[in-house]
């Protein structure tokens, strides 16, 4: 193979990588916008949190046909290794993606660890490449999207409404861009909520959350071009921080933002916090970001809570993920 480390001060390859995850945007999930050359650098850069991916591209001639992307942390997890494979659809189903897996394994046996991940939308082709790879299903992912358009805001209203007053005891407070230095800590207690979250039976520890990583995070967001949303739910009685959820809005796709975590913490469930806290961001995007009608989310199969909180706020299924696993 002609297998080449990205170099992010090559334009030319950079370009190349963008249109190859163009063409692959097209004709496997047309629906979402196309990344900017910002967030491209940004996530080769920083990754999601300031551990960025490996990255190699495979050329025929001077074209860019094929992206090999490892992944690993050093924070948590040390058991895993990730591997991401991309191939142009014009030159798929003629080895290029079994050899891609092939070297992204070497790598993985080289830093020593003992399981590999990768995910897939759940198509038949795709699965079936995944399972001839020795992989094995492990978790289900449902991608759900809000259409602005079409929500009924007087129901959500009605929805933040009954959430209030079963939460009585707890005021919101809204933080855009990074985290105040007062409340750093705090929020990285709080962030550590969503290792609550169903993991299906993905072979995964828990997330270890700091002050340094939410700043990474951040960062991360930032220099991708991203603007960041939060709501922190906040206990009056003793200023206890209960929950959170983000969103996050890129002016490169005016008509999309996506949802990210949504979690409180277990000593302040049963308050209707999730409920209260997603509500009352589909409120303040609405004010803060005018041009966005998607908004686009993710949750495990299995997280009946919060899939109920999104149904009851007009969220429907877009597509369906699956997480594979195997054993290096």
Same mark, same amino acid.
């Given at each position: ?97 079994? &050899? ?91 962030? &550590? ?118 149904? &009851? ?16």
């Amino acid at each position: 193979m002609n297998l080449e480390r990205l170099d992010l001060a090559d334009d030319a390859a950079v370009e190349a990588m963008m249109d190859l995850h163009e063409a692959s945007r097209l004709a496997d999930h047309p629906y979402f916008p196309a990344d900017t050359r910002q967030q491209v650098l940004a996530w080769h850069r920083y990754g999601w949190d300031g551990e960025p991916p490996e990255v190699w591209l495979l050329r025929e001639g001077d074209a860019v046909i094929g992206k090999l992307g490892v992944w690993f942390s050093y924070r948590d997890n040390l058991h895993l290794g990730g591997v991401n494979v991309l191939v142009h659809p014009e030159h798929r189903r003629m080895g290029h993606g079994r &050899a891609l897996y092939e070297a992204g394994m070497k790598r993985v046996r080289e830093e020593g660890r003992r399981t590999v991940g990768a995910g897939t939308l759940d198509r038949p082709e795709f699965n079936a490449f995944a399972e001839t790879m020795g992989f094995e299903r492990k978790s289900a992912d449902i991608h759900r999207r809000q259409d602005l358009l079409s929500v009924d805001f007087e129901d959500i209203a009605a929805h933040r409404a009954k959430a209030e007053a079963a939460a009585a005891d707890y005021e919101l407070v809204r933080v855009e861009g990074s985290v105040p230095e007062e409340l750093i800590e705090d929020v990285a207690v709080m962030t &550590a909520a969503i290792n609550d979250a169903p993991t299906d039976d993905l072979d995964i520890e828990d997330e270890i959350f700091d002050a340094k990583r939410i700043r990474e995070w951040e960062n991360a967001r930032l220099e991708g071009g991203d603007r960041i949303y939060r709501i922190i739910a906040r206990r009056k009685s003793d200023g206890a921080l209960a929950g959170h959820t983000m969103l996050g809005y890129h002016p490169g796709a005016p008509e999309y933002a996506n949802q990210w975590d949504t979690s409180v913490l277990k000593d302040h469930r049963g308050h209707r916090l999730g409920m209260l806290l997603k509500a009352s961001m589909v409120e303040w995007l609405r004010e803060a970001e005018p041009t966005v009608r998607y908004v686009d989310t993710w949750n495990a199969e299995s997280n009946s809570y919060m899939i109920a909180v999104n149904e &009851a706020l007009g969220y429907q299924i877009v597509e369906r993920h699956l997480g594979y696993q195997r054993s290096v």
